[in-house]
């Protein structure tokens, strides 16, 4: 590997990215990043990226894309590139990356202007989701203290809604105002804003890239293991003593990360991975895992954005899962047929489902359509919706059963994934 | 000389020409909205597809032709 332009040594173990992180409602500002992790460094654009690739840096805004590869796709691209710093996060279980913009916008903008460097982009737009003035002005106030590094930033907030921080919705928006997916290819690295080939980054995969830029890519992988190398953002809530956003190695057993967060408020009926687009697991089964790609694929998930939600045993998984989503069927674009039309009818489906008065073969049916929609709309939004379903079917199969003979194992307590949204949830390392 | 068969499903309205001229490839969903099962088109079938590609009112039936190399 190439020289680290930093004699700096990276720090061991944990935190990375979480460094010296104050508490809520501060951010840290350019003196503090820099004492903690040193000067931004200067490096080349293929040499940035051969680091890339070597540390195995992964997008962590739910692609789970190689990031290098796509920093070289747009960097041969001739024609004035742009840089998206993808900041929505409008996943609702999801609050790491307000956390990274309001708290610590230094990291995500260094990694902002080496990547946009890296490509050739002179300008940089920070998107952010709607209702974040406070994520507005910490990005404002350390855009206005940093030298000038050749990279001019815009920070845009844009409107709510599930589907808005697709990014094709984001390119959309910026473009034209219409925060609605389009119709791929021509994809963003080819063809994205103004006609430019746009890369388009999530905040936590520009932290990891800049601190990767400093201390080497072997620093790098020092945690976690070959195929999951590196720290991960994970946000938990639902049904533990104090959810938040917690830095975790990859690999991290799955019993760890729930005692990072001190443990389940109850015992456990099943983890949600990956946020609205994952997967249901049944506890018994999800507590053996590691959290590596490799284990979650064994049981059908991905880490998604770094969503876990913990359901307690007081809670209906069947109940929660038509709360969801009927969310999610109100949440699309309303573009296409396949999504319009298929997630309504999914989610009266499961809704006649969890209320008893599903017809005895509507699973059949439900099935049917779950299968029928995937691949067939502009965005991924039909298909993440049909995979959090048919889990749900799957794991809550017996409480499906119950519910036809108007039962129920929950007492009609407590709705862990209502105040998802609120976001309110104090944030720990 | 190869040929696939894609919808643009922003689009597509529904109008169901598509499974009307060509029902060896497509099928209509519970809504009329286009489900293509195997998206690659057999040569027999391609100058059916054209004509399906073609007569969609809102152009969002999409065969790409891919010159043979």
Partial sequence: MTAVTSARRGPTGLPRLLAGLGAAGTTMTLAEHETIHGPLPTISGPELIGMIGHSGLRGRGGADFPTATKLQSVATRRGGATLVVNGSETEPASTKDQLLLGRLPHL???G?????QAIGAREAIVKIGDGSPPVMRALEDAGAARPDDGVSFEIVAGPAGYVTGEETAVLNYLARGIPKPTFVPPRPY???LRGRPTLVQNPETLCQLALIARFGSDWFRELGSDADPGSALVTISGAVTTP???EVAFGTPMNDLLAAAAGPSEPLQALLVGGYFGT???SSRALGLRLSREDLRSVGCALGSGVLIVLGESSC?????ARVIDYLANQSAGQCGPCVHGLAAIADSVCALADGVAHPRELDRLLRWT???RGRGACHHPNGAA???ESAMWVFADEVELHRRERCTARPAGLPLADLSVGTQETRR | MSARLRVNPITCEAHGLCAELLPELVRLDDWGYPIIDESEVPPELLTLARRAADACPTLALILDEERGR
């Fill in chain 1, 371 to 373: 299968t029928e929609i």
């Fill in chain 1, 112 to 116: 902002a202007v080496l990547a946009a």
């Fill in chain 1, 317 to 321: 998984g069947l109940h929660e899962s």
């Fill in chain 1, 244 to 246: 938040g956003v917690y």
């Fill in chain 1, 190 to 192: 080819e063809r994205g």
């Fill in chain 1, 387 to 389: 995979r959090f379903v």
């Fill in chain 1, 108 to 110: 995500v903008l260094d």
């Fill in chain 1, 280 to 282: 249901w697991v049944k």
